[in-house]
């Protein structure tokens, strides 16, 4: 039985009210709200960024089984999208020159271009771990990707899972949620145990869903917005409350600290996952985007006709602040940022 929980803006909204080591700061939230805009009219954020991006599956290439093969993928890449890093290095593991969650995409690549069925159901939900360490075998051959027994457990459970009550396919959960992102959330949590990326906080039960919610974005970004991915409610998805958001947050102002706070971060405390101060700079992530995107949305209907609100979100939002991140790592690494080893990010 699963507790009943706020949803991941509920969540946010609660943990902002209750915080003790965080503060959102809305002179903060106006400037990133100004970035977003100026992405937007300059197309730098847009849907079909994530299908464009060559480790990506792209439901209209060539191979055979692309269309609905691309949903198994996404699938299977958010079942691991988690943990890339280890206490003493943030960037050791890579595959073909990639870091971080593009290691991962490249390994999965690498494996289908070597014909290893990874995406099928059948195939992972028994695999072993010398299959494994061969999949996401890293660059210098040694560095191990982190956490690979939580993923084999991760893999076995979502494979099982699929396989007793959908078919092995992820494109059947999609269409049991009826074209709604909501339904598909909460069929993700419902059915996959390792998504439940929830935690308790001030008396009540919060919902981050940092990865269900993302393999929902990843969907609607993969399909761009149509077919399998069009979902009525998609605006009812927050960002993916991560480790590095945070840090572009605090860079615009958005996001503050307190000294005691900043303390652990400097000292690369590794939290626990539900700690207050990691759930508290998760849940003002969620919060600050969702005030982002309803400050967008206000500033498109009243002075910007022209660009349509259809695929304005809290999705692309995060996609643009996590490549920014990356844009512009050197000028943010200063910003120290919590640290959690978990499957949950």
């Not at 271009?113 to 040694?142: L, P, Q, W």
């Not at 949590?189 to 993302?214: N, T, Y």
């Not at 945070?246 to 690369?268: I, M, N, R």
Request: glycine share 6%.
């Amino acid at each position: 039985m699963i507790r009943k929980s706020l949803s991941p803006r509920e969540s946010g909204a609660h943990i902002i009210e209750h915080a003790k080591h965080v503060r959102v700061l809305p002179e903060g939230i106006k400037k990133l709200s100004k970035e977003i805009l100026e992405g937007l009219q300059r197309k730098r954020i847009c849907v079909d960024n994530f299908s464009q991006h060559e480790l990506h599956p792209n439901p209209e290439d060539s191979r055979p089984d692309a269309y609905t093969g691309a949903a198994d993928w996404v699938f299977v890449l958010d079942t691991l999208n988690f943990c890339f890093w280890t206490p003493n290095n943030y960037t050791k593991y890579k595959v073909n020159g990639y870091t971080g969650y593009f290691a991962l995409c490249a390994a999965i690549k690498r494996a289908i271009a070597e014909g290893v069925d990874v995406t099928n159901a059948k195939f992972y939900s028994g695999i072993d771990m010398k299959t494994v360490e061969n999949i996401f075998r890293s660059d210098d051959g040694e560095t191990k990707i982190p956490l690979i027994q939580k993923r084999i457990e991760c893999l076995h459970e979502v494979g099982n899972s699929l396989l007793k009550k959908y078919d092995g396919r992820f494109e059947n959960v999609i269409k049991a949620a009826d074209k709604s992102a909501v339904r598909l959330l909460a069929l993700i949590v419902e059915e996959f145990p390792c998504f439940r990326d929830q935690a308790d906080f001030a008396g009540k039960r919060v919902s981050i869903l940092k990865r269900a919610q993302i393999l929902v974005g990843d969907i609607w970004s993969c399909y761009r917005g149509k077919g399998l991915g069009f979902f009525h409610d998609i605006d009812q998805i927050t960002m993916f409350a991560d480790y590095r958001i945070p840090q572009v947050l605090v860079h615009f102002g958005s996001l503050e600290y307190t000294p005691e706070l900043l303390e652990v971060l400097k000292a690369d405390t590794i939290l626990e996952n539900g700690d207050p101060m990691e759930v508290e700079i998760r849940g003002a992530s969620i919060y600050i985007i969702e005030q982002v995107r309803d400050e967008v949305m206000k500033a498109l209907k009243q002075d910007h006709p022209e660009i349509s609100p259809d695929n304005v979100n809290s999705i692309v939002i995060d996609q643009y602040l996590w490549d920014y991140r990356r844009q512009y790592q050197t000028d943010l690494e200063h910003i120290p940022f919590h640290k959690v080893l978990s499957i949950y990010y």
